[in-house]
């Protein structure tokens, strides 16, 4: 069992509308792992990612290679991409993210929470406890 499951939205390979180029986008989603990683070791990481084009083959191998870190290509579905295309970031981010959801629930993880998560926020601890 997970202690979380986190759901993280990305576009990794846009090229409008956007105020970070791929390659910041990319680090920036890296961070946000290895951030979940720090803080919460004992998590599954699942990527969504909307993008309109198809991601970078080097990109998808490095997100593998974090523990426990599955890589959805959502961008690849017509309705998503049309949208993404368009301009429609946060409609075609809901539609991914219905699909994200539709694709965890066919799996058998087991979790005791689930997060949803952008791909360019990170974790921190408060000093707070």
Same mark, same amino acid.
Request: proline content about 2%; aromatic content about 12%.
């Given at each position: /069992?997970?202690?979380?499951?986190? =759901?993280?939205?990305?576009?990794?390979?846009? #090229?409008?509308? %956007?105020?970070?180029?791929?390659?910041?986008?990319?680090?920036? #989603? +890296?961070?946000?792992?290895?951030? =979940?990683?720090?803080? +919460?070791?004992?998590?599954?990481?699942?990527?969504?990612?909307? %993008?309109?084009?198809?991601?970078?083959?080097? +990109?998808?191998?490095?997100?593998?290679?974090?523990?426990? #870190?599955?890589?959805?290509? /959502?961008?690849?579905?017509?309705?998503?991409?049309?949208?993404? !295309?368009?301009?429609?970031?946060?409609?075609?981010?809901?539609?991914?993210? /219905?699909?994200?959801?539709?694709? !965890?629930?066919?799996?058998?993880?087991?979790?005791?929470? =689930?997060?949803? !998560?952008?791909?360019?926020?990170?974790?921190?601890?408060?000093?707070?406890?």
């Amino acid at each position: /069992m997970f202690d979380g499951i986190f =759901i993280i939205n990305s576009a990794l390979n846009v #090229t409008q509308l %956007s105020v970070f180029n791929n390659e910041q986008r990319f680090k920036q #989603t +890296c961070e946000t792992i290895e951030s =979940i990683e720090k803080y +919460c070791p004992n998590s599954l990481k699942i990527i969504f990612d909307a %993008s309109p084009h198809p991601v970078d083959e080097s +990109c998808l191998k490095k997100l593998t290679e974090y523990k426990n #870190t599955w890589f959805l290509d /959502m961008g690849s579905h017509e309705d998503i991409r049309e949208l993404s !295309l368009d301009g429609l970031r946060s409609q075609a981010e809901t539609y991914a993210f /219905m699909g994200a959801l539709t694709w !965890l629930k066919g799996q058998d993880f087991k979790a005791k929470r =689930i997060y949803k !998560l952008s791909g360019r926020y990170t974790l921190t601890r408060s000093e707070e406890h």
